[in-house]
T-cell receptor, first 113, second 115 residues
């Protein structure tokens, strides 16, 4: 059974204080790993897709990296508007389509001014 | 602008009633999905459809039903058989097959509360 574990569950940072969120996974043949951002009371918003170990993607203050067992979402010099819940999901290689996605429970990030 | 529209945003239901949540997309995506989100849990798949007039059960389909008569629309009915329907419901769409088919576009969600 595919599993995704995100840590920490919650993280409070000061504005400008860089940190990383972790997504550990076990899956039978990784097809893709996805990061989403979710604001309170809203639907998730897609951020990144990573396909193979060693791959990195960047967007503004966010950088996502991937190894064979985990992914990190690095946040550099965060601002209060980066406060959100960050979700990680993995897609197994056994079949196509987003019906094969397994989501983690998310990391709730708060950036204090 | 292209996107996914869910309605209503908030819905209250009495026990024993069926309710239908609307989901419309203008992204020309073939695949559509319904997820349920509960506090402290990951998103769980209820139903999905990869083509018009066809849909499949997800991990937690019991007590729910769907239809896919048009490419743009994928309504979800929460029936009285669903024992714990209070939750945040999310509709999503994606391209079907190939690289990037795990990149979901989500609606704003519908929050259902059973009184």
């Amino acid at each position: 059974e595919d599993q995704v574990t995100q840590s920490p569950e919650a993280l409070r940072l000061q504005e400008g204080e860089s940190s990383s969120l972790n997504c550990s996974y076990t899956v039978s043949g990784l097809r893709g790993l996805f990061w989403y951002r979710q604001d309170p009371g809203k639907g998730p918003e897609f951020l990144f897709t990573l396909y193979s170990a060693g791959e990195e993607k960047e967007k503004e203050r966010l950088k996502a990296t991937l190894t064979k067992k985990e992914s990190f979402l690095h946040i550099t010099a965060p601002k209060p508007e980066d406060s959100a819940t960050y979700l990680c999901a993995v897609q197994a290689g056994s079949g196509g389509g987003a019906d094969g996605l397994t989501f983690g429970k998310g990391t709730h990030l708060i950036i204090q001014p | 602008d292209g996107g996914i529209t869910q309605s209503p945003k908030y819905l209250f239901r009495k026990e024993g009633q069926n309710v239908t949540l609307s989901c419309e997309q203008n992204l020309n995506h073939d695949a559509m999905y319904w997820y349920r989100q509960d506090p402290g849990q990951g998103l769980r798949l209820i139903y999905y459809s990869q083509i018009v007039n066809d849909f499949q059960k997800g991990d937690i389909a019991e007590g729910y039903s769907v239809s896919r008569e048009k490419k743009e629309s994928f309504p979800l009915t929460v029936t009285s058989a669903q024992k714990n329907p209070t939750a945040f419901y999310l509709c999503a769409s994606s391209t079907s097959g190939g690289a990037g088919d795990g990149e979901l576009f989500f609606g704003e969600g519908s929050r259902l509360t059973v009184l």
